[in-house]
């Protein structure tokens, strides 16, 4: 259901830069799961360039049961701009749950008005993909912006409005990057280094995504995909309570 989100993705991504291979660790590029009744296959890619850190994204094909697609790409620590969030999840093509957003690591107003105020004439055109839905796992105030795309919809609207409006907002982005200036200080890119691994520690510990992975994957190699690949700076809570 979202392969041509993705080889869009691919498209706009090789043809704007010059993409490296990033190594993902051996076993989790590629599962097969077996558990449950619907067997699934879950595939990911990973690359970086001198703008980009790391660029990954996975699809999930469950066949009818489900079909994801996740991806996020993280900038350079030389630049301070928000990560692209995207999550797109189906479920027997009856549920299906739309988020697109730039990420924001600050929430202060200089901030936002340089990089998440350029979103609202975008935001506006999609009204109906921006639902006042409750987040259950996450605080709405804290790495998303107020021009969030969040939505509950149908598969009709996937395919029309919300590949519009992701084409739209990866536009905007590459825009984005485009126009920011890259950090020369040192005391500067820190403060990005630490902004993004502070990211990756609040998003691994609140994803819902580990259990749908566990009940796909199993539970061990779950852990793994999560915290060697999806948020690869982020501490399993185990080891954190271990420390403290």
């Known amino acids: 259901m979202y392969q041509p989100f993705l080889e869009h993705l691919e498209k ?9 291979k990033r190594e993902i660790p051996a076993g989790l590029e590629m599962k097969i799961g077996d558990r449950g009744r619907n067997p699934a296959i879950i595939r990911s890619w990973c690359y970086q360039c001198p703008q980009l850190r790391k660029i990954r994204y996975t699809y999930i094909d469950a066949g009818e049961s489900a079909q994801i697609f996740n991806s996020v790409i993280y900038p350079s620590h030389h630049y301070d701009l928000p990560l692209l969030g ?5 479920f027997g093509k009856v549920k299906n749950l739309i ?22 004439a975008l935001h506006d055109q999609y009204p109906d993909l921006a639902q006042d839905l409750e987040m259950k796992f996450y605080d709405a105030n804290q790495y998303f912006s107020k021009y969030l795309l969040f939505a509950k919809t149908d598969a009709q609207t996937v395919t029309k409005r919300v590949f519009s ?6 536009n905007l982005y590459w825009q984005l990057l485009d126009r920011a200036e890259p950090l020369k200080e040192t005391q500067d890119i820190q403060h990005i280094v630490k902004a993004q691994k502070d990211y990756d520690q609040y998003s691994a510990d609140r994803d819902p995504a580990s259990g749908l992975f566990s009940s796909y994957f199993g539970h061990a190699w779950s852990e793994k995909f999560l915290y060697e690949f999806l948020f690869e700076d982020a501490v399993p809570l185990a080891a954190l309570s271990a420390r403290q």
């Open 165 to 170: 409006a992701f084409k739209d907002y990866l």
């Open 99 to 120: 988020v697109l957003d730039f990420q924001p690591l600050f929430q202060d107003e200089a901030y936002q008005k340089q990089y998440i105020y350029p979103l609202k």
């Open 12 to 20: 706009s991504l090789f043809d704007k830069f010059e993409l490296q």
């Open 86 to 90: 995207i999550d797109f999840l189906s």
